[in-house]
């Protein structure tokens, strides 16, 4: 069993910053890809930002410049520093690994992230 336990949510103002974090537990013998995507009402889910093993990281077009992500592989936890945060970045946040060897995936349960005045 392999679990993710999300945290960092929350309401927030435009402008303002949070910061998500993920930490995966249970049988687990190695992450290779950790991620965050989002899905906000009526959308479907879309990638934020994921991080390699060897640390090399990609992200969506509309948060680059505003988001990092960064993992620690001690603790296999993975954050999401989120900046100059903007309504439209309103969705469930959602943490994803996949693992060695056989690439299982696996998902948080979301934590709700709302930007507004």
């Known amino acids: 069993q392999v679990q993710l336990v999300e945290s960092g949510g929350g309401l927030v103002q435009p402008g303002g910053s949070l910061r998500l974090s993920c930490a995966a537990s249970?049988?687990?013998?190695?992450?290779?890809?950790m991620g965050w995507y989002r899905q906000a009402p009526g959308k479907e889910r879309e990638l934020v930002a994921t991080i390699t093993s060897g640390s090399n990281t990609n992200y969506a077009d509309s948060v680059k410049g505003r988001f990092t992500i960064s993992r620690d592989n001690v603790k296999n936890t993975v954050s999401l520093q989120m900046n100059s945060l903007k309504p439209e970045d309103t969705a469930v946040y959602y943490c994803?690994?996949?693992?060695?060897?056989?690439?299982?995936?696996?998902w948080g349960q979301g934590t709700q992230v709302t930007v507004s005045s």
């Open positions: 249970g049988s687990i013998f190695s992450i290779n890809a």
């Open positions: 994803k690994i996949t693992t060695f060897p056989f690439g299982h995936v696996y």
